[in-house]
């Protein structure tokens, strides 16, 4: 029930599974192979370029990022094709100039006529025509324009005639992350690539380009089955999945490839809780079972091997602390687990918790030594 | 209304107002002097040397600790006298050993037979008396042992007689962060202190030293009036202050050192609402004013120059956007916030919004030009 290379690891730690990363990466690059739609998958979760490069069929993208450090990053690895995923501030148009610069087609996101003429201007200004895609919101959950807005129109024509390359529209259907089961996740999936097809068509029809019609979150992306009108798929926690898209039916607890490596450090049997050295610092704050059928607390508690232990979470986590205790109403009886003992705890969003490390242990698939594979973060 | 020294930073970034962490730094400095009682600092939320050296009043110490690698850094800048706040864990001792062969007093923390078995072993082994408190709870909040617990003589006679040093005991009353105003967090702190007392006088009545008697929280330690039997004080989150701290009125809102600057880019008219370029990936997930009378959201809304905004609150956050909106039910309006405007919001929580960042770019308290100071993580 011990892993030995595991014990020379200090706690906590960030656990990569392989074997568990690869089968996710693979599941979701043959569904979009069936759809006949390429994925672009969004490295934001992994912010890793080993994770990048096992992510991307071909090493050179394309990729989507959440941050131009991101997009530093993965140009200087090689990455050529990349859609930074935020509504671009007027702030970070030369980053995005040296970037295409360096050889990497940037293309940014807007949803403004303010943001499109920044956008044209720094294209003209610099010579470089910077690809654009305009923001489509289909669920109320952000950013971006509704389907039907006129702004679209007239955001098109700044960028189309103003210098940058209107590269077409983008929608992700946030709110999906709140549907639960495959039905309720297929309504999404519609309204996003219904929302990007009436928008793309509105701008056909006003003499304007749109070649690119970008859909996806994870949970609509597994779930699409009609694709019409889409011609790039987006999801990026699919590689690692959590606690958050297990809740939803997306996956099972088993395809969690990611988790924190703890150590027991005391007890409270007067209230059956016991204490190990990860807190919020190697969890994370993020609380996103808190609202779903079964509150997993700070994360799943599973034994060295990964193997979840029946109805045992973090309850309450300090900062370096956290609480254990199995799940209010639970009749399982608590586990004997000395100090010293060893556990993982699956994360309630693989993002979150990934962002509080600086590298992933990664257990190879094939077995044999650990790897670690660093990870970085910033803007 | 703008500070042009914040217009060459790029967003989203850590801002941190020198006077305000001098003036808190002074406050709770000065209240320690009148009780007579020497400050502990904690630098967990700093984690940074500057801010080290202009809160310990000697360079050398005494501090708190959160992590051994805090431990480390601090001990490599010549702070020699450091206690580690969280419960040892059997896998750290090798490091606990190296750092006193550095040079660095590191006191451990044990609230089991189990450690201080271990404690005393290690320190037998190596030849050198590891100072070990034993962790007493008055509360219920986490980890430690109740001031009437046998097992605290027979974990003090385990360190005594087994070659370790019994240094003495310590309690944090981390429910007082949930204390709302003066009266109610001085019955934390009177509770700290009687704990302490009982279980000091437990041991040497039994025979055995207690030299240290440490007690602290933020709240506790503003409040506390007479600390009877005593021998130290700490605290940490005072340096910068949040807005769980003004919720309990351990301070204003006015004395928060810490904002993140951002930038507005986008609007959601429709909504009423703004987006922004910190998500919680700069704010992080911290929620810990939502069971506060004033729930502030992810953050409090401020211009450019830290002045608060009537209501404005970071009502949502992804990975990389925040949604500002007004607070629920307020009859303020909207203020005009064009595309490109700075903001900084201030934290709920400033250890977990610290963590987030590698440094912090300081105001400094004299004017003149920003300077920045490196953060570390790590464990």
């Not at 941050?67 to 970070?92: M, Q, W």
């Not at 999801?235 to 490839?257: N, P, R, S, T």
């Amino acid at each position: 029930m011990t892993d030995v290379r595991l014990a020379q690891l200090m706690t906590p730690c960030l656990i990569l599974d392989e074997g568990r990363m690869t089968r996710n990466i693979e599941r979701l690059a043959a569904h979009a192979a069936r759809l006949g739609v390429p994925l672009r998958p969004h490295l934001k979760t992994a912010k890793s370029v080993d994770v990048a490069r096992r992510v991307l069929a071909d090493g050179t993208g394309p990729a989507m990022v959440s941050t131009l450090a991101e997009a530093e990053v993965f140009a200087a690895a090689g990455i050529r094709d990349i859609t930074y995923g935020v509504g671009i501030g007027l702030n970070k148009l030369e980053r995005v100039l040296d970037l295409h610069r360096a050889g990497c087609r940037l293309t940014v996101l807007v949803d403004s006529d303010v943001q499109a003429r920044a956008v044209a201007a720094a294209s003209t200004d610099a010579g470089i025509a910077i690809p654009a895609l305009i923001e489509i919101d289909s669920d109320g959950h952000r950013s971006g324009l509704a389907p039907d807005d006129p702004e679209i129109i007239k955001i098109g024509e700044i960028l189309h005639g103003g210098g940058a390359e209107l590269a077409g529209v983008l929608c992700h259907a946030g709110q999906s992350y709140g549907a639960v089961g495959r039905a309720a996740q297929a309504e999404f999936a519609e309204a996003e690539r219904a929302a990007l097809v009436a928008a793309a068509d509105a701008l056909r029809a006003n003499g304007l380009p749109c070649p690119v019609v970008s859909a996806g979150s994870t949970p609509t992306a597994h779930v699409a089955k009609d694709l019409t009108g889409v011609t790039e798929l987006r999801a990026g926690v699919y590689v690692f999945f959590d606690l958050v898209m297990a809740g939803i039916d997306v996956c099972a607890v088993d395809d969690i490839a990611l988790s924190v490596l703890t150590t027991v450090i005391g007890h409270q049997p007067a209230r059956g809780s016991i204490m190990v050295d990860a807190g919020w610092m190697a969890l994370s704050r993020d609380r996103g079972t808190a609202a779903q059928e079964v509150d997993q607390g700070y994360g799943l508690v599973c034994d060295e091997t990964g193997r979840p232990i029946p109805d045992l979470i973090v309850t309450q986590t300090s900062q370096e602390h956290g609480t254990i205790a199995l799940r209010p109403g639970s009749g399982a009886s608590m586990p004997d687990l000395p100090i010293g003992t060893r556990l993982r705890i699956l994360p309630n969003h693989a993002c979150a918790t990934a962002a509080q490390h600086t590298s992933y242990h990664v257990l190879p698939a094939e077995g044999g030594p650990l790897m670690e594979w660093p990870r970085f973060g910033g803007w």
